[in-house]
């Protein structure tokens, strides 16, 4: 869990993927929240962010370069 300077909070979840591959970023919005999901590595990946922020998926490119 990480939080900007404004205080919003991200997420940054994973689980062991069901399926073998990669799969590229997907966004999505869910119950008011910005998502963007991917699969590396025998992981799947969520970022988590509050509703409507822009970039989400630039930081999820980020994140994915850091696991």
């Known amino acids: 869990v990480y939080t900007d300077a404004v ?3 991200f997420a940054l979840c994973l689980k062991s993927a069901k399926s ?3 799969k590229a970023f997907t966004a999505d919005t869910v119950g008011g929240f910005e998502m963007v999901s991917w699969r590396q590595d025998g992981a ?3 970022m988590v962010g509050p509703n409507g922020t822009e970039g989400l998926t630039e930081i999820a ?3 994915a ?3």
Request: glycine share 14%; proline share 7%.
């Open 7 to 9: 205080g919003e909070v």
């Open 20 to 22: 073998p591959g990669d």
């Open 44 to 46: 799947d990946y969520v």
């Open 61 to 63: 490119e980020s994140a």
């Open 65 to 67: 370069l850091a696991v």
